[in-house]
């Protein structure tokens, strides 16, 4: 018998075929949308929730808060529930229906803001006036521990220690940070690539943060390069993996998949593996596969 938490983690990988320019290189998609509540961050949400009731810096009766731009709160939200946790969950008011239903379906309470960034802001105020707990993903080194203790060890595993690439769309960075440090030990000639988003992009889930509001568990150092993506490079890939991998993502997903794309063509050989961090179902109101 298992529980909820015991599906947390062990996604699958699989090969990318129909759109790889490279048949010398092959390229791998981890599917976090398999994860219990859609998504890559179910681990994180996991990791810093247990990792703060075990210092006891959360009890039964503290009320968390928290701000998202979708996956991290869904997942938050689901994770909170089985803790029977309160959470406040501060989006930006450009997040899909379907992301803040889903919270509000889970019990959380959603207070929308203007910005990604306004809603760190609101967080971190409500926090510091007292009746909270903030979790707070860019800082917390619990977000990047979860993916140095499972997702950089399944993905070296099941590509049976061949891989030579690993590709990340840089949000929180907690995905890349992790998956870095897990991946170097093992073999530091394993490249490390993250995706940002180019000027004047809106791409959901990865960011180029204004200085002050960069991560505070991002190490640039950990990131062998960064490519930039434009958001219609962002959107036709997603539509691509969905017309012709049958792999239902979210942009930023597609986002990441131009980028291990685009790498292929710059290959001899090698094996890339790139996140696909959550499923195509949240974005169904957005204009994304029209």
Not at 70 to 75: F, K, L, P, R, S
Not at 229 to 248: G, I
């Amino acid at each position: 018998m298992f529980s909820l938490l015991d599906l947390v983690g062990n996604t699958p990988l699989v090969e990318l075929k129909k759109i790889n320019p490279n048949p010398d290189v092959k390229i791998f998609g981890k599917l976090e949308g398999n994860n219990p509540g859609g998504s890559v961050k179910d681990r994180a949400a996991f990791s810093m929730i247990k990792g703060a009731m075990d210092r006891g810096e959360v009890t039964s009766g503290t009320k968390l808060i928290e701000a998202t731009s979708g996956n991290t709160g869904i997942a938050l939200a689901m994770i909170a529930r089985l803790f029977d946790l309160e959470i406040e969950l501060i989006m930006p008011q450009s997040s899909t229906k379907e992301r803040v239903l889903t919270m509000e379906a889970y019990g959380a309470k959603v207070v929308l803001s203007e910005t990604m960034e306004s809603a760190r802001d609101i967080a971190e105020e409500k926090a510091a006036a007292g009746g909270y707990f903030m979790l707070n993903q860019f800082a917390n080194a619990d977000n990047w521990k979860a993916h140095y203790n499972t997702t950089g060890p399944e993905i070296y595993n099941d590509t049976h220690q061949a891989i030579t690439h690993f590709v990340s769309s840089m949000g929180t960075t907690g995905t890349i940070m992790g998956v870095s440090r897990y991946l170097k030990e093992q073999n530091p000639d394993i490249q490390i690539v993250g995706c940002q988003p180019t000027d004047g992009s809106s791409i959901p889930g990865i960011r180029k943060w204004p200085v002050e509001y960069l991560p505070k568990i991002f190490e640039r150092n950990r990131v062998d390069r960064v490519m930039e993506v434009t958001q219609n490079d962002a959107v036709l890939m997603t539509r691509k993996l969905a017309r012709e991998e049958a792999v239902f993502a979210g942009m930023s997903s597609g986002g990441a998949t131009w980028a291990a794309v685009e790498l292929a063509k710059e290959l001899k050989e090698g094996v890339i593996v790139c996140i696909i961090c959550d499923r195509g179902d949240r974005y169904l109101s957005s204009d994304l596969f029209g």
